[in-house]
Every structure is written in C-alpha cells, then in structure tokens.
C-alpha cells in the first residue's frame, strides 16, 4: 500500500504563494487520478485539485485560477502551486489517490496551510 508524505506547509499572508509537496512510499505511474484534499476545523475533508495520469485537471471552484497541480512520475512527487492564498484555504492538507478512491489507513499526516494577515 503506497503511503504519502506531504510537505511545504506554514504560515502565509493573504495574496502569497506556497508550494506543497507529496511524495509517496511507492510508485505512482499506474494510479490513473492524484488529488489534494484539505479539511478545515469543523469541516469535512473535501478535494482540492486532482490531475489524471494523461496529466488532466480539475479544480474545486473556490481555487480555479489560483492553483496548479502537477505530478512527477519519475519522482513519485504530486505538487500543489498556490497562488493569492486567501484565508479561506487555511486548512489542513492532504494528497492521496483520487482514482482509485483512498484506502483506509492511507492517508499521511498532512500539511497545515494557515493564511492570516
């Protein structure tokens, strides 16, 4: 079971940019959709972005044009480019595979975004 490892979370102003990084225990070549997750305090988790093995996006409404994903197969590496942070991304986040759905037990532990001024 691959296990991921997310990092290049902190502290952001709003209209900054942060950079996350996952990289997983084994390869991802064959996972047809990666996707970031994030869950805010008191809310379910809910995903962010996914990107397909072809290397087709989607975005959840709220980061359409602020946020890229990508993934480096050769690296075992999805990112997440997040641009004009607002405060409403604070959250905590997570990357896992979007196809097929998360096992349980898969999840890392997350990277926490916090946008405040």
């Known amino acids: 079971q691959v296990q991921f490892v997310e990092s290049g979370g902190g502290s952001a102003q709003p209209g900054r940019s942060l950079r996350l990084s996952c990289a997983a225990s084994?390869?991802?070549?064959?996972?047809?959709?990666m996707g970031w997750y994030r869950q805010a305090p008191g809310k379910q988790r809910e995903l962010v972005a996914s990107?397909?093995?072809?290397?087709?996006?989607y975005y959840t409404d709220s980061v359409k044009g602020r946020f890229a994903i990508s993934r480096d197969n050769t690296k075992n590496t999805v990112y997440l480019q997040m641009n004009s942070l607002k405060p409403e991304d604070t959250a905590k986040y997570y990357c896992?595979?979007?196809?097929?759905?998360?096992?349980?037990?898969?999840w890392g532990q997350g990277t926490q975004v916090t946008v405040s001024s």
């Open positions: 084994g390869s991802i070549f064959s996972i047809s959709i």
């Open positions: 896992n595979t979007k196809s097929p759905p998360p096992l349980l037990g898969s």
């Open positions: 990107i397909n093995k072809d290397g087709s996006t």
